[in-house]
């Protein structure tokens, strides 16, 4: 994954679908920083989802004592990932829930992954990534809302339906383009999804392999999990490594 997953570059935030030497498909959502905020948060699961939160807790910007979502800043702050009965659908916004609402009203995955917008965040733009998984059947369809190239100001939405992975199979889909130096003063909105190679053999080892390419200044928290199971699985946090 590191032949992606440049370590010591500014990926963004990643979503990973990969399938084990035994055939159990994996998914996992990663989350690096620049800035001081984007560095300060934490993925924790919350009723049953996995959550960007802050990680200090504070009037306005923390978490209640419940763990449930205060005040917050909705382009650092979201639900990473959620499923219900049918689906498991994870991303980088609260495009995420949206997603799964439409799912839930039996629209197409690929319908319910269009008509996004990337983020309101001039001059970067980032992209809206998510992946989607149907529990019953492991078949995994990738989205993401871009801002169009050239002077073109409209959002440019990819669905992808994803192939038939093979044991030690995955693909990756970043915000911005894996392997660009983190010194660029803007990150470069990545355009399409990788192939990667993965030995992991459950979540446990697929965080390995994802925490180890995303080493560096930047690397902020990453979770993994088996979508048909759900969205809970091992959590890792820079500060607590």
């Known amino acids: 994954?590191?032949?992606v997953l440049v370590p010591g570059?500014?990926?963004?935030?990643?979503?990973v679908l990969a399938r084990t030497p035994v055939g159990?498909?994996?998914g996992g959502v990663a989350l690096t920083g620049r800035s001081r905020r984007s560095r300060e948060r934490v993925l924790v699961p919350d009723d049953g989802a996995l959550v960007v939160a802050p990680a200090a807790p504070g009037p306005g910007s923390g978490r209640a004592p419940g763990g449930a979502l205060t005040a917050r800043d909705p382009l650092r702050h979201y639900t990473a990932?959620?499923?219900?009965?049918?689906w498991t659908v994870f991303g980088n916004g609260d495009h995420v829930e949206t997603v799964a609402k439409r799912l839930a009203t039996d629209t197409d995955p690929?319908?319910?992954l269009d008509g996004l917008e990337y983020e309101p965040d001039p001059p970067i733009f980032t992209p809206r990534i998510t992946a989607v998984v149907e529990r019953s059947t492991g078949h995994a369809w990738l989205g993401a809302?871009?801002?169009?190239?050239g002077l073109r100001s409209g959002s440019d939405v990819t669905v992808t339906?994803?192939?038939?992975?093979?044991p030690g199979e995955g693909v990756v889909l970043s915000t911005y383009e894996p392997g660009v130096a983190a010194t660029e003063p803007f990150p470069v909105a990545a355009r399409r999804h990788r192939d990667?190679?993965?030995?992991?053999?459950g979540a446990i080892t697929l965080l390995d392999e994802l925490w180890s390419a995303l080493r560096g200044p930047h690397r902020v928290a990453a979770a993994t999990f088996v979508p048909r199971d759900g969205v809970l699985g091992p959590v890792r946090l820079e500060d607590a490594d």
């Open 24 to 26: 159990e498909l994996l």
């Open 81 to 86: 990932a959620v499923s219900d009965e049918a």
């Open 161 to 166: 339906t994803l192939g038939e992975l093979g």
């Open 9 to 15: 570059t500014y990926p963004g935030r990643v979503v």
């Open 145 to 149: 809302a871009r801002h169009a190239e």
């Open 1 to 3: 994954m590191s032949d």
């Open 196 to 201: 990667v190679v993965t030995r992991a053999g």
């Open 110 to 112: 690929r319908l319910a």
